[in-house]
Nanobody, 116 residues
């Protein structure tokens, strides 16, 4: 049974930082590309960042480049999203996605709210 469990969301002031984690199980994590996506109220889900199975290749949305960093620990079956210099427009539910063997798996999401 595939599971992706996100954690680390919360309320943070503008300019602050958060680190999201996504713990994966039920598939070969070290062979999967992983990504983070987000969905703000009233908007479509959008891509945030991705990382290759080995961690050697990463990609970011232009809106977060230079502020967010995606990483992974294949020994812990976990992918991370370090978010710095947070802005109110980063407020959204953040989802983890695993892509393995032509199948996409999604977590339930974690809420990130950036507000003073």
């Amino acid at each position: 049974q595939v599971q992706l469990v996100e954690s680390g969301g919360g309320l943070v002031q503008p300019g602050g930082s958060l680190r999201l984690s996504c713990a994966a199980s039920g598939f070969t994590f070290s062979s999967a590309s992983m990504s983070w996506h987000r969905q703000a109220p009233g908007k479509e889900r959008e891509f945030v960042a991705s990382i290759s199975s080995t961690g050697r290749s990463t990609s970011y949305a232009s809106s977060v480049k230079g502020r967010f960093t995606i990483s992974r620990d294949n020994a812990k079956n976990t992918v991370y999203l370090q978010m710095n210099s947070l802005k109110p427009e980063d407020t959204a539910v953040y989802y983890c996605k695993g892509s393995y063997s032509s199948t996409n798996y999604w977590g339930q999401g974690t809420q990130v709210t950036v507000s003073s």
